[in-house]
């Protein structure tokens, strides 16, 4: 299936998901764009609220009915084969597309696409970038895995040749992106049930890094032997960013409340002073990434330091959540152990007494291919509670537990409690909480609720 996004306007699109945050966007884009738009999703959502504000039909639940005369169906992976809106699109000869071949297309769309890829910091360069971008006046449309003040949401539709994505690697569904601008930020091991192994996972972005144009840019961390790597096999231009090395390198570094400040130089040069407003050594990596793409772009200096000044953080990543009794509480995104440990760390820089962390792990495949990384990752709690794995997209095979890994972290030294509620962990946390402590939630399911549940004093 073909699909122009700048001549089929008469097209009805109809979106299989469409409460998600990538799709939710996507169908932005095309009701400001005037499409007709149709979508389905299991709950109501404030997401899918907005989209029935701006004019899309939305039913609640899946059902073949909601095939009205439907043009285009669009669909997640997280979408199972005998879902019977796809299903009945397939009976009648309906044109078929997943989220990334359909973003794809919309890429095609503009000539300066910038798409973020890497295991980890994909929604926090993706915003930096994007802050950058607005302050230089570039009209961008962007697409973004989080709330961002900025743009009031999670996209914001230009009118320019400029288009702003993250790039995610699960099912290599980046590969069907059209990057002029492609970062890469990190290559770890992670979404090991549909990769192999890390090396399989390093091939993919090194086919990410094949779909830029000769006169494009590569944008890689030189701090991680792996991103090196995929830049030794690149044929395009290449802008290497990192701490230790790289083309674009930060120096000179202090904190201030866990949030840094430093030189950048390019080559042996320096080019500019940031000051950042989030926390943590990792944003210092990330704003660099971003600092190498508006360099590659020609985005005059004054916009990369305002854009980075202004930037406080997208939710749900460090995200003061407020305070009660003296605790401070933030919640985290984080899911893999490399972020965790990047967390916690951020957390550490920030004046406390104590660190509670509570954690809930997300799927079981993810907490059994890196259970012995999971392990290594919380030294700099405190206190840590366990909340049940977050299942997300998977069933329990009873194969892991959150039981399991706390058993592991005990064996280790770790101050690790698990409590099988929400309403237990909150108990916990309000008889032994006190003034002066930090309260951080963790993972990328619904544990955050129970930072709000703590500040609203209830159980």
């Known amino acids: ?133 607005l302050c230089a006046n570039l009209d961008p449309t962007i697409l973004v895995g989080g709330n961002l003040d900025i743009i009031n949401g999670n996209v914001r539709v230009g009118n320019s040749q400029y288009f702003i994505t993250e790039a995610c690697e699960y099912k290599a569904s980046f590969l069907k992106f059209y990057p002029f601008v492609g970062i890469i930020l990190n290559i770890e091991a992670d979404h090991l049930d549909f990769y192999k192994d890390i090396y399989e996972i390093q091939e993919a972005f090194e086919k990410f890094a094949s779909l830029i ?92 330091e305002e854009g980075l000044l202004s930037f406080h953080g997208t939710h749900r990543r460090f995200e003061l959540k407020g305070k009660l009794n ?12 490399t972020e965790i440990k990047a967390a916690l760390s951020a957390a550490k820089k920030f004046s406390h007494n104590r660190i509670f962390c509570v954690f809930q792990p997300h799927t079981y495949s993810r907490t059994i291919t890196l259970f012995d990384e999971f392990s290594e990752a919380f030294f700099d709690a405190d206190t840590l509670i366990l909340a049940d794995i977050y299942a997300a997209r998977e069933k329990d095979s009873g194969i892991v537990s959150s039981d399991d890994l706390g058993n592991k972290l005990r064996e280790k030294g770790v101050d690790c409690k698990n409590l099988h509620s929400f309403e237990a962990i909150t108990k916990y946390l309000q008889d032994n909480l006190k003034d002066g402590d930090l309260l951080i939630t963790i993972g990328a399911g619904d544990v955050y609720k129970v930072g709000e549940m703590y500040l609203e004093n209830k159980i």
Do not use: W
């Open 213 to 304: 144009p000769k006169e494009g840019y590569l944008i890689t961390n030189s701090d991680d032997t792996r991103c090196l790597k995929v830049a030794e096999a690149s044929s395009c231009n290449v802008i290497t960013f990192g701490i230790k090395s790289g083309d674009v390198r930060a120096k000179n570094i202090t904190f201030n409340n866990g949030c840094g400040s430093f030189d950048v130089y390019y080559k042996e040069n320096k080019i500019l002073n940031i000051s950042l407003n989030v926390p943590g050594e990792h944003n210092i990596l990330n704003a660099l990434a971003s600092i190498s793409a508006a360099l590659a772009l020609n985005i005059e200096k004054s916009f990369i």
């Open 326 to 337: 003296g605790v401070t509480v933030v919640d985290d995104y984080a899911h893999h152990p």
């Open 1 to 133: 299936m073909t699909f122009d996004y700048m001549k089929d306007r008469d097209k009805k699109v109809h979106f299989v998901g469409i409460g998600g945050v990538s799709m939710s966007g996507l169908a932005e884009i095309l009701l400001n764009n005037d499409y007709s738009v149709s979508g389905s999703d299991r709950d109501e959502s404030p997401l899918t609220n907005h989209l029935k504000q701006m004019g899309a039909e939305i039913y609640i639940g899946h059902k073949e009915d909601n095939i009205n005369n439907v043009d285009l169906l669009v669909y997640t992976a997280a979408i199972p084969e005998d879902n019977p809106e796809l299903i009945k699109a397939k009976n009648l000869n309906i044109p078929i597309m997943d989220r990334a071949e359909f973003l794809g297309s919309i890429m095609k769309g503009h000539n300066y696409n910038v798409a973020v890829s890497g295991t980890h910091g994909k929604t926090t360069t993706t915003s930096m970038f994007s802050h950058i971008t």
